[in-house]
């Protein structure tokens, strides 16, 4: 499920990105838009890694067109705004059933805790440690009436 949901918010975030490239101009807008979507699983780096290749296009152009390069940054700044607001509780937290403010402060923890393998992995961790709570919160729950 959780796996699942982080295909499913890269995909969106390459499309989002692609989109964002081709009305931008830039050429092969859909290859630029991949890298984003595939370099966006890493905390962190993923967008500045994401913004390199399109920076190099803009700067490689000959005549140099500053639209591009802004523009490069006004896209990655929009997915990943649009990314980290709508996209991430409904795609992550929403099947694990996780409210939005704890998947933030979980991956804030996890990720001074563990650092980035941490952060990848919050979600995950969350998830099982809520379902060990429920499962022996309801089972202590149900010892309790029988005893009653």
Known sequence: MYV?????????????????FWIAGYPFPIVLGLIVGV????????PILGLLPPLVIALRMDPFHLWLFVSAILVIGVAYTIDNLYVIPVTIAGPVNLHPLRVIVGIIIFGNLLGIPGMVIAILLMAVVKILYTELFSGLESVRAIDR
């Not at 949901?5 to 995909?11: A, D, E, F, S, T």
């Open 39 to 46: 370099l966006g699983i890493i905390p962190y780096l993923g």
């Open 4 to 20: 699942r949901g982080v295909i499913l918010q890269q995909g969106i975030l390459a499309i989002i990105a692609s989109i964002g």
